[in-house]
């Protein structure tokens, strides 16, 4: 029996079905039970989460599962995982990457440019916060928490003009037809893990790690620990507008580009390059130490 520790969020436990029917497609006589729990992350609904912790708080529930053997693996969406894990737990498999952009949803508008100057956007993330200030400084920005049911139901109700989701969570919903527009990384670049699934597990159990080695996908993997390292030396919290994006532009190069903001959207700092994989940490580590000479830290600052 494999144990599979979730959130319980419709999305969640989406994403933790399709973990156990892919395993079980490869593995015919596992049999997978679902360990939901209900996180801090999801209790805290009224509340911006930089100021309870950040993301980890919807992770630190499905640890602690495994570190006390009620659960065997836990699935998280990536951009959710901070950058430091607990000892005596790995992120052993990262999942083939689905869309890693935002998605712009309207019952009334088709994108964002088509918006009006005061209009009201939802979003809880302040990456997405500043990235839309920074292309739109006189739309209004306000809070939405939830899941995305909540998140839809609110815009339904028009207490927002629009509002920003990641496109791969509306699309392993069956939601794709409500995105009215995917956003390119120009105008907003993705999170840190965006649109990966990542399986934790504890370190030392073997059987279990080669139960799930078969979802690995290296490409997904590189490009998503590059990011999270980047992230990691920039500070390795959502305290400030962090995005960071990965992705193989033929098999042996990667692209890199992180951006770091003031909240207000009205200061940006920025670092890309193309690059061997080979040379994929090195060039995170320059990518971080450039954006915290240029003033990262001072912004992160300004945040906590």
């Not at 399709?18 to 609904?45: I, Y």
């Not at 998280?76 to 950058?83: F, G, Q, Y």
Request: proline share 4%; net charge neutral.
């Amino acid at each position: 029996m494999l144990r599979i520790a979730t959130r319980k969020s419709p999305l969640a436990l989406q994403q933790a079905n399709h973990v156990g029917d892919q395993l079980k497609k490869l593995w015919p006589d596992l049999e997978v039970e679902l360990v939901p729990m209900t996180t801090q992350g999801d209790q805290l609904l009224d509340k911006k989460l930089l100021h309870f912790g950040g993301k980890g708080l919807f992770v630190k529930e499905l640890e602690h599962a495994l570190l006390e053997n009620r659960a065997d693996i836990a699935v998280h969406s990536m951009k959710d995982v901070p950058a430091n894990l607990p000892e005596g737990l790995e992120l052993f498999t990262i999942c083939k990457r689905d869309n890693p952009f935002d998605a712009f949803i309207s019952l009334k508008f088709k994108n964002l440019d088509e918006m009006p100057a005061g209009n009201v956007i939802g979003t809880a993330s302040l990456r997405r916060q500043a990235q839309i200030l920074a292309y739109r400084p006189d739309l209004k920005v306000e809070t939405l928490r939830g899941n995305i049911h909540t998140r839809l139901n609110k815009l339904q109700q028009h207490e927002y003009d629009a509002i920003i989701l990641a496109c791969a969570g509306l699309e392993r919903m069956g939601m794709t037809n409500r995105i009215q527009q995917t956003i390119s990384s120009t105008m907003m670049l993705p999170a840190c893990g965006q649109g990966a699934i990542g399986i934790e597990c504890r370190s030392q159990d073997e059987k279990i790690q080669k139960l799930i080695q078969v979802l690995h996908c290296e490409k997904t993997a590189l490009c998503v620990k590059v990011e999270r390292e980047v992230n990691r030396l920039l500070g390795g919290h959502c305290h400030v507008p962090i995005a960071i994006f990965s992705y193989f532009i033929d098999e042996e190069h990667l692209h890199l580009e992180a951006r770091v903001y003031h909240p207000n959207g009205q200061k940006k700092l920025l670092w890309q390059n193309q690059f061997p994989k080979d040379k994929a940490f090195e060039k995170a580590e320059i990518c971080a130490q450039t954006l915290l000479k240029q003033g990262a830290l001072e912004l992160i600052k300004d945040e906590q």
